[in-house]
């Protein structure tokens, strides 16, 4: 049975480090796979459209290329398209379009904020499934701003690194300004 684990939050040093590809050999392990299911499970808790192996506590894994893409509408993204859950291993990024897009982002390890964030419109990217299974994929807009927020989280870098000050709001906040969009 798959358990939620604990998010780490921003100023633990975890979260400011760069992770390593995960091996075949580890790709095959029942480890590995209760891993997956387990940050499936912590990502759906917590209603994330994604989550990444640094941001939670497990030993094994944490420092690992690892993670989710699951986006759904919910209360603060009531127009996300319906993808996933989807493991993401090794990825990889080929490309990226030349148009960037500012939206706004959250993230489980920053509790209490929202921030509009510049991004690539679109991306080429490559990957390794739960299944080892290479994929290449072209994704756009909300997908790919969820790619790039969690590829950033592999690579040791937080959304905040990404924002200026004045970008930056409160939940509360966020939730009046989401709510005059209806």
């Known amino acids: 049975m798959p358990k939620v684990l604990k998010i780490r939050e921003l100023g633990d040093t975890v979260l400011r480090k ?3 590809s995960v091996s075949q050999k580890e790709m095959a392990s029942s480890s590995f796979k209760k891993f997956i299911a387990n940050l499936v499970q912590t990502c759906d808790e917590e209603g994330g459209m994604g ?3 640094p ?9 690992k290329n690892i993670f989710i893409v699951w986006s759904r509408p919910s209360k603060n993204y009531p127009d996300a398209p319906e993808v996933g859950p989807i493991a993401i291993i090794n990825p990889k990024i080929v490309s990226r379009s030349k148009r960037m ?3 706004w982002e959250g993230c489980l390890s920053i509790p209490g904020f929202r921030a509009k964030v510049s991004r690539h419109a679109s991306l080429e990217v490559e990957f390794q499934t ?3 299974k290479k ?6 807009d909300f997908i790919a701003r969820i790619f790039q927020h969690e590829f950033d989280h592999v690579s040791g870098i937080l959304y905040i690194d990404r924002v200026e000050m004045k970008d930056i709001v409160s939940e509360n906040e966020y939730k009046k300004i ?3 969009r209806k």
């Open 18 to 20: 760069k992770t390593k």
């Open 55 to 63: 941001q939670v506590v497990d030993k094994t894994w944490q420092s």
């Open 130 to 132: 739960i299944d080892g």
């Open 178 to 180: 989401i709510s005059k």
């Open 101 to 103: 897009k500012k939206e």
């Open 51 to 53: 989550i990444a192996a």
């Open 135 to 140: 994929h290449k994929a072209q994704i756009r």
